[in-house]
């Protein structure tokens, strides 16, 4: 349900990302987590037209300890002494989250020049999708055989489809449309053609969940550079001005990232809850922005994210994606790097990075004819963020 | 559908049982299924924590459940990622909404006819031994 809105912060139209960093996605880097982090780093910087000597604040997230704190980047990469360094323990509902801590860093003067970056070896060393999360909520889920992210959304997608009547071919859409994208996308890990008889013949993972309807894990890095818009205006690249931005935790979001025991509707995400904030602190609306960028660790947080965002009503997503609505030429091409279920699981950072390169019509092959403005999101269920981003 | 395997060797990973929680995994272990109440606002909730989710007061206890209930969600988990469950694939998990109010995950255990399960069907929640850890799952009624 959308909450009346309350909120316009004041950096929202006054903060840009000026910069993208990536590594290479690969299934085995052969390198340290710090090594990725490093080079992501250095080349947000170099790509926003900037020296290393004037970044002044650091904000990364970590999940199991599968990162590297700033303060290691910042040593390695050789930055001045910093101002602001933040090191989150969160997960896929961070990227956009700390977007906005690093934009509000530098609106405040606090920071001048803040990187923002997600690292790690995915698919080599800690995998995410499959380690055991500590926290309060757990003893709940392990001991059962509840042990994957795999499954918890896999329990949300099950109640939205009985809600809504949605099917698995409503989440093959999903799989579909975004396989498109990879194949024209030379850094995703998925690039394989996909029709709808491959997707019905993967086995499942977790059902509702076939193989293709699940992240990619890869080993990478991404970094953005976050400055005011004044600032960006003179550098490299155009602005990817930040225009709106929310974050909500919702109400009773339970124990730790992964307990959705008094989370009452398993068919609505933080999406529902953020979109109010969100579309007017922007001052556009679903119907104004031209492409979307939405987290999406499984098909159906996409499903979520287009109703909750109110792109369209209660249970029309999948016939929505179904329509081509999705794709280059549809009316909201959604996941145009091929989403995290194709380039791969840096964590929605990539997802983050990939609104900024549209924006700025550095796509290359897969760049957008209208690329003026887009929402991201960050975040599956209970709590998570999003940016609209616009061109400056 | 299978139902949790009961005749086939079975993994676990032991519960981390915290101060807030004993009592609970203690009543368990008894095949008794208590659920937190609050005295001051009467709701039912899961899982146990140190005030009331609703109004926030710390005058809580632990009262006895039916066990009886409906199911809200499942999935048939057709992968573990977690090799301690690997040779008990598939199974299912069941998000079940207990009459008073709370909502427990379970194991949906072997019963008749585990093809029944749909929304809203109606369970009751029993209990089985791993490695002498006692747990809670849900059998269709």
Known sequence: ??????????????????????????????????????????????????????????????????????????????????????????????????????AMAVETGVAENVLVYRALNGRSGVR?????????????RY??????????????????????????????????????????????????????????????VADPFRV???????????????????????????????????????????????????????????????????WSSSGLGPHEVQFAEIYDCFT??????????GFVGRGEAGDFVRSGATTMEGRLPTNTNGGLLCEGYVH????????????????????????????????????????????? | MKGAGEARQRGLIAPDIDVDSLAWWEAVAQHRLLLPHCRSCDLTWFPPMPACPRCGSQETELCESTGKGSVYSWVVVNRSLSPVFAGETPYVIAAVDLEHGARLLGRLLASADNRRLRAGAPVIADFYEVQGQTLVGFRLV
């Not at chain 1, 960093?21 to 910087?45: I, K, M, P, Q």
């Not at chain 1, 995410?128 to 709940?140: E, I, K, L, N, R």
């Not at chain 1, 550098?235 to 990232?257: E, F, K, M, T, W």
């Not at chain 1, 019509?361 to 209208?370: C, D, E, I, S, T």
Request: net charge neutral; glycine share 10%; with cysteine.
């Open chain 1, 143 to 204: 001991p059962i055989g509840f042990t994957a992210y795999s499954q918890y959304i896999a329990m949300w997608a099950r109640r939205y489809m009985i809600e809504t009547g949605s099917g698995y071919e409503d989440l093959a859409a999903v799989a579909l449309a975004q396989r498109r994208y990879a194949e024209l996308n030379e850094r995703a890990a998925v690039r394989k053609p996909l029709t709808l008889e491959d997707y019905l013949a993967a086995p499942f």
């Open chain 1, 212 to 278: 293709p309807d699940c992240t990619t894990e890869v080993d990478g890095a991404c970094a953005l550079l976050i400055t005011t818009l004044e600032r960006a205006r003179d550098l490299r690249n155009p602005p990817a001005v930040i225009q709106g931005a929310a974050y909500r935790i919702g109400h009773r979001s339970g124990l730790d990232i992964g307990d959705a025991l008094l989370w009452e509707d398993y068919s609505r995400n933080y999406t529902s809850l953020l979109a109010g904030d969100l």
């Open chain 1, 348 to 392: 929605g950072m990539n997802t983050v990075a990939e609104a900024a390169l549209q924006i700025q019509g550095r796509a290359g092959v897969r760049q957008l004819r209208k690329h003026d403005s887009c929402v991201v999101t960050s975040g599956g269920m209970m709590d998570g963020s999003a940016l609209v981003l616009t061109r400056g």
């Open chain 1, 300 to 309: 159906s947080t996409v499903l979520f994210g287009l109703e909750g965002l």
């Open chain 1, 128 to 140: 995410v999708g499959s380690t055991q999360f500590a926290g309060p909520g757990a003893q709940y």
């Open chain 1, 1 to 102: 349900m959308s909450q009346p809105s309350r909120r316009r912060p004041s950096f929202v139209g006054r903060t840009a990302i000026a910069g993208v960093g990536l590594t290479g996605f690969t299934r085995r880097s052969g390198r340290s987590v710090l090594s990725l982090a490093v080079e992501a780093c250095r080349n947000a910087v170099e790509d926003a037209g900037l020296s290393r000597s004037v970044v002044d604040g650091i904000v990364s997230f970590s999940v199991l300890n599968d990162s590297v704190p700033g303060q290691a980047v910042a040593t390695a990469l050789g930055l001045p002494p910093l101002d602001y360094v933040l090191d989150l323990s969160l997960g896929g509902q961070a990227p956009s989250f700390m977007v906005m801590l690093a």
